[in-house]
């Protein structure tokens, strides 16, 4: 069972289109993190929402944590080449010493 | 500073070996996590360490286990490898989770088993 589902698993979009890519669960987490995984690294951390209903902003990147904390959005504004990558969000499900992801993300931007 | 480091790189080895993975975390950094991923999937959380004491474990088999040394160092061991253990094998370097700090990731070990 897949704790945190993401849609769409794939997505491939032309340069200057905007598009969101969503991260759902059943259960409530403490706090939710969004990351970007190149191929063959690690993940790198974008941001973590902690409030309910919390909304940041990283340059054309914007993120959402649901109001009940059960499910956040990414959404990007002119996506440019260079946003191409996994994009994964991952979590503490609450009162749990573990981070759990969701299954990813492979986001294509074309030229 | 540097950052999370993994080692080996890559890895091959044959069904019923064991092999043994290691991490670096950042420094100043007491808790370590280890990571499954698979190709095309999220990663898969094994074990996390917090001054060298086991804090969490996932839905693994006996067959992994881990430690952490005084350092804050990690090792991750697999006994008695299957062809279903071929992944990318992170290791995560952070603060506990109750500091709702992001965690910073190695850039894995990938293991192939044969």
């Known amino acids: 069972t897949q704790l945190l589902e993401q849609s769409p698993q794939f997505l491939s979009i032309q340069e200057g289109e905007n598009l969101t890519v969503y991260c759902n669960s059943s259960?409530?987490?403490?706090?939710l993190q969004w990351y970007r995984q190149e191929p063959g690294e690690g993940p790198v951390l974008l941001v973590t929402v902690v409030t309910g209903g919390e909304v940041k902003k990283l340059k054309r990147l914007t993120f959402q944590f649901g109001d009940a904390r059960k499910d956040s959005s990414l959404h990007i504004t002119a996506a440019q080449p260079g946003d191409t990558g996994l994009y994964l969000c991952a979590g503490p499900p609450w009162g749990a010493q573990k981070l759990v992801f969701g299954q990813g993300t492979r986001l294509t931007i074309n030229p | 500073d540097a950052g999370v480091t993994q080692s080996p790189t890559h890895l091959i080895k044959t069904r019923g070996q064991h092999v043994t993975l290691r991490c670096s975390p950042i420094?100043?950094?007491?808790?370590v996590s280890w990571y499954q991923q698979v190709l095309g999937q999220g990663p898969q959380f094994i074990f996390q360490y917090y001054e060298k004491e086991e804090r969490g474990r996932g839905n693994f088999p006996d067959r992994f286990s881990a430690r952490q040394f005084p350092n804050y160092s990690s090792e991750l061991n697999v006994n008695a490898l299957l062809l279903g253990d071929s992944a990318l094998y992170l290791c995560?370097?952070?603060?506990?989770?109750?500091?709702?700090?992001?965690?910073?990731f190695g850039s894995g070990t990938r293991l192939t088993v044969v």
């Open positions: 420094s100043g950094h007491k808790s």
């Open positions: 995560a370097s952070g603060p506990p989770f109750q500091q709702r700090d992001g965690y910073t």
């Open positions: 259960s409530v987490f403490s706090s």
